[in-house]
């Protein structure tokens, strides 16, 4: 029976993280939210993501409430509501990611890199309790590498590579945080279920879980525009030239440009802000760049929850929806050992470049070859079932009899 829940649930999981990852690109991408730009910041859309999972939450807690569980069933207790809370606030740092990368990329190219931490679990094992490292463990991570590695093998032999096929630097450094954020949701999640109180089912969790996640996204949403504000982020009185060109004069239009030209003198490799500008004309300067996304960081968070273009929005409520359903899964398999079960959350990826394809997304048969083998070396490392049993985690409270 065991077997048939954790299959049942990795299916479940898989359909509704690759479903994730699709409605969080079509929702960064104009052709879907009615040719019109996206217009609605990273931020933001975590922010209706998280109010359309609680509201998916709320209403299962509801029901079961109804149906006659009794309240002391939805308190966890304060042990495991300290790892509710830090994984809460991993958890809206994972999200601002994963609605920064499809904006400039396309999952097929940034997905397999993810979870890369699956790699170091057996490190951490050994490290931690003196696990033994398998020869199935070497082979797995041989097999992530070389498959990680695999797109970029025509920019190492000398071949001509799309630069929209390849992560940049900030796309590389959301996939390290992501990894990092991730690592330690699957950690705190086993301690969630292991410290919760006896009879607190997923649901419950998940709630509370959403709760702190609205706090820490609307705080960031109140407070870093404050701190971009007092920084003078959106009115830079010198902008590297390049940057300058591509991140903002490149996306907005002719009139806006000729307006940002009459107060920007290009001297050197630098765009300079004249002097004695109008607070009135800071302020117009201001809206431009922070509709463009010149600072990659504050830019995350600008704009308001209720946005000129709801087409995004709609998108991000439908992924609030996928994301309830896996992160119902995610604490209905905690009970289990988290390096068991893990790995095969992630079959979708060997699937994920062929469903870009129907998209018209330019897939190369280096990406397609490199996520089958990035998916085969996550899940070779726990493959040895002769030595791996499928046994819950001691929980700290006890169930009553």
């Keep these: 029976m065991e077997w048939v829940i954790l299959i049942t649930w990795l299916l479940i999981i898989n359909g509704a993280l690759g479903g994730q990852y699709i409605l969080n ?14 217009g609605v910041s990273p931020g933001v859309m975590t922010w209706w993501r998280e109010v359309s999972k609680f509201a998916w939450a709320f209403i299962a807690v509801v029901i079961e409430f109804t149906r006659g569980k009794k309240a002391k069933y939805f308190w966890p207790g304060f042990i495991s509501l300290i790892t509710i809370i830090i994984c809460g606030f991993t ?116 709630v509370w879980r959403e709760i702190w996640k609205m706090i820490f996204i609307t705080s960031a949403l109140f407070l870093i525009p404050l701190i971009a504000n007092l920084m ?65 960081f504050f830019s995350l968070f600008e704009g308001s929850i209720i946005p000129n273009n709801w087409w995004p929005i709609l998108f991000v409520v439908a992924a609030g929806l996928t994301g309830y359903i896996y992160s119902f899964g995610f604490f209905k398999l905690s009970k289990f050992a988290a390096h068991f ?32 083998v990035t998916t085969a070396g996550l899940m070779v490392g726990v493959s040895d079932y002769s030595r791996n049993k499928v046994e819950e985690i001691e929980k700290k409270y006890k169930e009553l009899s």
């Design 232 to 296: 003078s982020v959106h009115v830079p009185e010198q902008a590297p030239k390049a940057k300058f060109e591509t991140r903002v004069l490149a996306k907005v239009d002719q009139t806006k440009k000729d307006f940002l030209l009459s107060y920007y003198e290009l001297s050197g490799d630098n765009y300079n802000l004249k002097k004695y500008v109008p607070e009135e004309t800071k302020t117009q300067i201001k809206a431009i760049f922070a509709s463009t996304d010149y600072d990659r």
């Design 341 to 372: 079960w893990v790995p095969y959350t992630n079959v979708y990826l060997a699937l994920m470049p062929f469903i870009m394809m129907l998209f018209g997304q330019n897939v190369t048969t280096y990406q397609i070859v490199g996520a089958v």
């Design 91 to 206: 958890g809206v740092i994972e999200n601002i990611g994963f609605f920064y990368l499809p904006r400039y990329y396309s999952p097929h190219i940034y997905a397999p890199y993810v979870n890369v931490y699956l790699v170091f679990l057996p490190f951490f094992g050994k490290f931690l309790y003196n696990a033994s490292i398998r020869k199935e463990h070497w082979i797995g991570i041989s097999l992530v590498v070389l498959g990680l590695a695999m797109p970029y093998v025509p920019r190492l032999i000398g071949g001509y590579t799309d630069p929209k096929s390849i992560l940049d630097f900030s796309g590389v450094m959301w996939i390290i945080i992501i990894n990092g954020c991730l690592c330690s949701q699957q950690v705190l999640n086993n301690k969630t279920v292991q410290t919760c109180k006896p009879g607190v089912g997923p649901n419950a969790l998940v």
């Design 25 to 38: 690109w079509m929702g960064n991408q104009e052709r879907f939210v009615g040719n019109k730009p996206v």
